[in-house]
């Protein structure tokens, strides 16, 4: 029997049920999840939001697979006052590097956003006096490692805080009456979780 959970992963965790020197893992979720249950891509320790856990394989490969080019949305809170021009370049494609090599980024939306209503993260970003801050809304249809990092960085807006906000057409305002919270973990219908191959 397939099933399908859908965490709100915090701050400082490790994308994985197995341990890996002194950060927490899924397994230190308060929830109990079947053996057979694995995470669907990742989310780096420093990054927050919507990761799904299922035991459907089949999902999992459509999810992954780079020529289906699924919808993921971030929340981005950056260094400085994004701008317009800085948003275009976003929605162009940039270069970044991986692994050493230079990459183009595909085509994404990308668009300034009032500060969203989120959970505190814990620890707080480190503010500094001088140097204001501002959120931009990221959809990619693409996974690459520290992505969006790499991109904001790349336009001149270094990320302080990065939430995924949504897969598909499923977001973290659809729980908990949109006052989800880092740790929460719901089960999801099949039939939901089309939604996030929309």
């Known amino acids: 029997m397939f099933r399908y959970f859908l965490i709100y ?15 927490a893992t899924l ?6 999840f079947p053996k057979d249950i694995y995470p669907v891509g990742r989310l780096d320790a420093d990054s927050e939001g919507l990761l799904l856990l299922t035991n459907d394989n089949y999902l999992k490969t459509k999810l992954l697979e780079p020529r289906n080019r699924h919808k993921r949305t971030y929340y981005v809170q950056v260094e400085g006052e994004i701008t317009d021009e800085a948003c275009q370049q976003l929605e162009d494609g940039v270069k970044i590097s991986i692994n050493g090599k230079s990459y183009l980024t595909l085509p994404a939306s990308a668009s300034s956003l009032d500060e969203p209503t989120l959970p505190e993260r ?3 970003i480190r503010f500094r006096k001088n140097i204001p801050t501002s959120w931009v809304s990221i959809t990619l249809h693409e996974g690459k490692n520290r992505q969006v990092r790499r991109m904001t960085a790349a336009v001149g ?11 598909g057409k499923i977001s973290l305002a659809d729980f908990e ?12 219908t099949e039939k939901e979780v089309r939604r996030l191959t929309l």
């Open 122 to 124: 814990n620890p707080p």
């Open 177 to 188: 009456s949109g006052g989800a919270k880092p740790g929460d973990v719901w089960e999801v």
């Open 27 to 32: 397994a230190d979720l308060d929830f109990i």
């Open 9 to 23: 992963k915090p701050f400082g965790m490790l994308s994985q049920f197995s341990r890996e020197g002194e950060h």
């Open 157 to 167: 807006f270094p990320t302080l805080r990065l939430v995924r906000w949504a897969i």
